[in-house]
């Protein structure tokens, strides 16, 4: 795409979740799509009971859930902040968006020591970089995209 195509996706993503922050309908703090993250913390304030309900969230929705579609050959490359994890594979959790975005990071950038995600089909990573239409630059977007 054009960076010209890019700018009227970036502004189509974020009228999107300005009428659905409107309507009601975001079911999450519009803000998410704008908050940088907090690694130096929040990555001290892990707990291995967190970091377990996210681990768990994460290998259940690739294989069962919300994402099994990009792990198929030719599947979907999915973009998400950690707020919009949480609303679809988290409902029921107390951690914060913050939280479960310093666990996706550590996952993500220690993917070697998990032989069931690495064994996946898809490659998980993150930018930062604004590259992702929903984002601006700084804010830290995941990606699943499926192996060729």
């Known amino acids: ?5 890019d700018e009227i996706m970036r502004r189509m993503c974020q009228m999107l979740v300005g009428i659905n922050a409107a309507s009601g309908s975001l079911q999450f703090d519009r803000n998410e799509f704008s908050r940088l993250p907090d690694d130096t913390q929040t ?5 291995e009971d967190d970091f377990q309900q996210v681990y768990d969230a994460l290998y259940h929705s690739l294989t069962n859930g ?5 792990v198929r050959k030719n599947g979907p490359t999915i973009q998400f902040i950690a707020a919009q ?5 988290m409902k029921q959790s ?14 993500i950038d220690n993917v070697d020591q998990y032989p069931q995600l690495k064994e ?29």
């Open 1 to 5: 795409m054009s960076n010209k195509d």
């Open 43 to 47: 990555t001290i304030e892990i707990k």
């Open 66 to 70: 919300f994402y099994k579609f990009a």
């Open 85 to 89: 994890f949480k609303n679809s594979n």
């Open 94 to 107: 107390q951690l914060e968006p913050r939280v479960i975005e310093a666990v996706l990071t550590k996952i």
């Open 120 to 148: 996946m089909k898809c490659n998980l990573s993150y930018s930062d970089d604004g590259s992702s239409c929903m984002t601006p630059k700084g804010v830290r977007c995941f990606c699943i995209k499926a192996k060729e």
